[in-house]
């Protein structure tokens, strides 16, 4: 049956405003779901974007770090590399070097994947870690509050590369994904995982990623190749943070900075 997503996307002037544009996002949805239930549950990707935007969180001369309920929330991670946590790639020391170690998140609010150890032993810890977090049973699913996203200039997005196994994981919630094109392995959430969350967007700025942006939202259905078109959120709405470089295939958005597409697949 074919379902419809609708994709809204905001464009940015560099990648400035682009980051302080995502620190107001996750600010607004963390204080959303804390209003609602007493509890955000948030989890976060890496990248030179990421960056920009935990430096804004934690930044004392920026609103964010008093207004943030860092008390109330949770933070995970949507993939890491298989390194150890003080390696220059990992995910992890990225998140804890820009934000962890400036804001008053205490270590047992902080989940994160182990990627020095063996990958399918690293995906299994983090997968009984989220099952514990959420109390989930069975084929249970756990259900993020907000879920931040990147896309490479592949296509892909989270840890799941074209032509991967991880594109066919339907029933794990954490999958050690082997990425050949990178002779490496990744430990990832699976794609039925990130659909599951309430606010899923993606953060994406540069050249280099707007034809594949245009491809994954404006061309043929093709996962095997595209990966982020896997991304179609049970809520029906997904979100693109652009900067305009990253946006520049796109319809234009007007004076207004935002654009809307309906997505039949």
Do not use: C
């Not at 259900?143 to 991967?164: E, Y």
């Amino acid at each position: 049956m074919a379902k419809t997503i609708s994709v809204e996307y905001r464009v940015y002037d560099g990648p400035d405003a682009l980051a302080h544009a995502a620190a107001e996002h996750f600010l607004e949805e963390a204080q959303k779901s804390v209003a609602a239930k007493g509890k955000a549950r948030i989890a976060v990707s890496g990248g030179s974007t990421p960056k920009r935007t935990f430096a804004l969180l934690a930044d004392p001369q920026q609103k964010f770090l008093n207004a943030m309920p860092w008390a109330q929330l949770e933070l995970y991670f949507v993939d890491e590399r298989t390194v150890p946590p003080t390696d220059s790639d990992s995910n992890y020391r990225m998140t804890r070097e820009a934000m962890l170690d400036k804001v008053p998140l205490k270590p047992g609010q902080v989940f994160r994947i182990e990627g020095e150890l063996p990958p399918d032993e690293a995906a299994a810890r983090y997968e009984s870690t989220l099952r514990n977090q959420f109390k989930l049973e069975g084929a249970e699913v756990p259900r993020f509050d907000v879920l931040a996203l990147g896309m490479g200039d592949d296509g892909h997005t989270a840890s799941i590369f074209p032509h991967t196994a991880g594109i066919h994981e339907l029933s794990r919630l954490v999958y050690a994904n082997k990425v050949p094109q990178k002779d490496t392995w990744r430990v990832t959430l699976t794609w039925p995982v990130i659909v599951q969350a309430s606010e899923v967007f993606f953060l994406i700025g540069g050249k280099d990623k707007a034809d594949p942006l245009h491809r994954v939202l404006q061309g043929p259905y093709d996962p095997e190749t595209l990966p982020s078109q896997l991304i179609q959120p049970k809520s029906g709405k997904l979100l693109f943070l652009l900067d305009r470089d990253a946006a520049a295939l796109l319809p234009p958005t007007g004076g207004s900075g935002v654009g809307r597409l309906e997505i039949t697949r």
